[in-house]
């Protein structure tokens, strides 16, 4: 190695480096700053250990000095006291379903038992003589004290080589003696008991013999049962599943490979204090675990692993429910691991499915949780989103909504089958408006409907602004209004499955748009609630008007997260609710946000067909009794003529000649109904406006007048000249040359 050239200034470099700084023993000073300082007049005795207080400075940013005190009162205070009743106990429905359970079983085992009485009657006498053998074998061992015979006969082995033992013999012989003696005597009181037990019995009355017969061959039967073969069989076959324990979940995340997680067990993390609370049993239907994971690990990463999560754990996929626990932090997990998979365990029947009644105003069990809890829905002040991909149940859900508003007798229900095949049918015989198909006819009855709500939405606007502040305060429909029929405040829900056919339509696609939005905006407060429900949500099948909007929204399974957050709301995916991990056996298993403070998975009751007709039937009765059978139930039909494009475009510019051409709107209508009553009667201004919206025919203001009432003014009105234009360029398009 070469020498340093030298500085050729000739300056001392080490000497310039000793007078500036001072080389520094950090072991030695970090002794010298923790060291207790030596008291010269005490004594040499050790240091009490137990000594209350650090030996020496506590740093403000270590573990002693930021560890909170055990006891205090704002911990007791901000403590979650756990009930003091079980919530079994305390909830009546679920103490009746406990209840019920148990006396089903009760009754099944007894049945079962009894059927096979006969059986056990024959087995036990075939094993009777077993029985009785065995009892007379183990009698004479014991009377003879057969049992100590090896230990004497090693004695007397022993004794050829050690004399010394002959004297133990002995001794064990003399114990032997006395102990026969004894049993001899019992022997003679116990056969003495028997002779007159038989002699009782034989002068017994003949039910009492055969009684006595029966109970001896049922003792020795059971006396010669073999081993491993029970007399009565199984009536019930358990399948218990395993308790879930800390050290097994902490494994599960560890074979995850969330980095996070690794990272933690690296540093020697034994996972000890990932848990804060216990692993408990929930609801007698499976295990919760809440889970602070390591800092920096949100627990959508673990949601997102579900399926990884449920191998590790080697539970089925449908028992494992990871959930982000967003009251706390991010990061703290909750994990319920079921007894059963949800998809395919008993779920209980329908509250509603052979009594009571609805009110809209307030929940009704929609589906359960899975730990077995209802989870309910209140469709009144607020719309609702379902989507899925197909075959999930979607129209199910969309159906089991609409049943629970057939129950309520004041509501109107109007439900739009798009896919056609009949799901919606069973409750056509209660329905306001019904239609299923998407065929041109359906398509114009789905707008007239429409328009018809747009207007009895506007009606009901203008009833609520004038009804007094006593009796309306927060200007909405409350329950009581609900109920004065002369109001016409009644509930409505309006059903549309397959909602995108509507809103894609290239003909009335935007006007669909334009309605459903406005009533999914301003219809819950007027007591009108939208249920659009799609297999493909995304921006043209719910157009961003609709899904931004809606409050109550349920998701099933779909396939990524534009989906998952058109359904259930911006950011949701993020957040850790992922309708993402539902497998395809999740059929009817979905999230369900906006009816509580959190999104809940939830699977729906499942109502098939026939059951939902029966449910609809007695819905049709309560419906007769309050005398609100309407509409479509009523035998009544919409006019679609009005709507329909082929024929607005001539029958206005008919009504508008060359002297007049611009009238308003009102004066329009008018002509219409005498045109064409049997089409126009009842047409208003809005359902014209409407109509003529969608060939880019807009009202304006105009200098006009009212014949009728030689009324004359600006006011809202139609140019002829802009109809025939839009009738040339519909023709146009159309291929035609005048009226279809």
């Known amino acids: 190695m070469s020498e340093p050239t030298p500085d050729p200034a000739g300056f001392d470099w080490t000497a310039a480096e000793h007078d500036v700084a001072e080389v520094v023993d950090l072991d030695a000073e970090r002794t010298r700053r923790t060291a207790v300082p030596v008291d010269p007049n005490a004594d040499d005795t050790e240091p009490d250990d137990d000594a209350d207080g650090p030996a020496g400075p506590v740093m403000v940013d270590g573990i002693d000095a930021q560890r909170r005190p055990r006891f205090t009162l704002s911990g007791f205070r901000d403590a979650t006291r756990v009930p003091i009743v079980p919530s079994w106990l305390k909830s009546g429905t679920e103490f009746v379903k406990n209840a019920a359970a148990l006396t089903g079983f009760g009754v099944h085992s007894l049945g079962f038992h009894t059927v096979r009485v006969p059986l056990y009657a024959a087995v036990l006498t075939m094993r009777a003589p077993r029985g009785f053998a065995r009892i007379c074998r183990g009698y004479n061992r014991w ?209 509603l499915l052979k009594s009571g009644a609805v009110n809209l105003f307030k929940p009704f069990a929609f589906g359960t949780d899975p730990r077995g809890r209802i989870v309910t829905l209140t469709l009144m002040f607020a719309s609702m989103i379902i989507g899925s991909i197909p075959r999930m149940g979607k129209t199910f859900a969309l159906r089991l909504a609409l049943l629970g508003a057939c129950l309520d007798p004041r509501a109107w229900i109007l439900a739009f089958d798009l896919k056609g095949t009949g799901d919606l049918s069973p409750v056509e015989p209660v329905a306001h408006r019904y239609r299923a198909g998407d065929d041109e006819e359906d398509i114009e009855y789905g707008i007239a409907a429409m328009r018809e709500m747009r207007t009895e939405l506007r009606r009901r606007t203008k009833v609520i602004r004038e009804l007094p502040a006593d009796l309306c305060p927060e200007n909405k429909v409350t329950d009581h209004l609900a109920s004065i029929r002369k109001l016409g405040l009644h509930p409505v829900v309006i059903g549309i499955d397959e909602c995108q056919i509507w809103f894609e339509h290239p003909k009335y ?210 140019t002829r000249d802009h109809v025939l234009e839009a009738l040339t360029k519909r023709d146009r398009d159309n291929g035609t040359g005048g009226r279809k």
């Open 509 to 718: 696609g935007t006007e669909f748009e334009e309605h459903c939005t406005d009533l999914i905006k301003r219809g819950p407060a007027a007591g009108i609630t939208l249920i659009p429900a799609t297999q493909r949500p995304d921006d043209k099948s719910l157009p961003t008007g609709i899904s931004a909007n809606a409050v109550l929204r349920f998701c099933l399974k779909v396939m990524g997260y534009r989906e998952n957050d058109m359904v259930l709301g911006q950011s949701m995916f993020k957040n850790g609710i992922r309708a993402t991990m539902f497998a395809r056996r999740d059929k009817g298993i979905g999230y369900l946000a906006g009816e509580g403070d959190d999104p809940t998975i939830t699977r729906t009751f499942e109502i098939d067909g026939p059951t939902a007709k029966t449910i609809v039937v007695r819905a049709r009765t309560m419906r007769e009794k309050a005398g609100n059978i309407t509409g479509h139930a009523a035998g009544h039909t919409v006019n679609t003529d009005a709507v329909r494009r082929d024929t607005i475009l001539e029958d206005v510019a008919a009504v508008m000649s060359d002297q007049d051409p611009k009238l308003w709107s009102t004066v329009i209508v008018k002509r219409l109904a005498a045109l064409r009553a049997d089409v126009y009667t009842g047409f208003t201004a809005d359902q014209l406006r409407e109509a003529l919206k969608v060939h880019g025919i807009k009202t304006g203001q105009v200098w006009g007048n009212d014949p009728d009432t030689d009324e004359t003014g600006n006011r809202k009105g139609i």
């Open 143 to 351: 009377l003879w004290d057969l049992e100590g015979e090896p230990v004497r006969q090693s004695i007397v082995r022993a004794a050829i080589d050690h004399p010394e033992e002959a004297k133990m013999y002995d001794r064990l012989t003399s114990k032997r003696d006395r102990r026969v003696r004894w049993r001899g005597l019992v022997t003679i009181a116990v056969a003495v008991a028997l002779i007159a037990a038989v002699g009782a019995v034989m002068l017994a009355p003949t039910s009492v013999q055969y009684t006595a017969l029966a109970v001896l061959v049922a003792a020795l039967g059971v006396a010669g049962a073999p081993t491993g073969k029970p007399l009565l069989r199984t009536a019930v076959v358990r399948h218990d599943a395993a308790p879930l324990t800390s050290s097994e979940v902490f494994a599960a995340l560890a074979a995850l490979n969330i980095k996070g997680i690794n990272d933690a067990i690296r540093r020697g993390d034994n996972g000890s204090r990932w848990f804060p609370a216990p692993i408990t049993r929930e609801n007698g239907t499976g295990w919760r675990a809440d889970v602070e994971l390591p800092r920096g690990v949100t627990a959508s990463t673990v949601v997102e692993k579900r399926e990884e999560l449920a191998a590790a754990l080697t539970r089925p996929l449908g028992c494992v429910w990871p959930e982000v626990n967003a009251e706390v932090h991010p990061g703290m997990l909750m994990l319920f691991v079921a007894d059963k998979d949800l998809s395919r365990a008993k779920q209980g029947d329908w509250p």
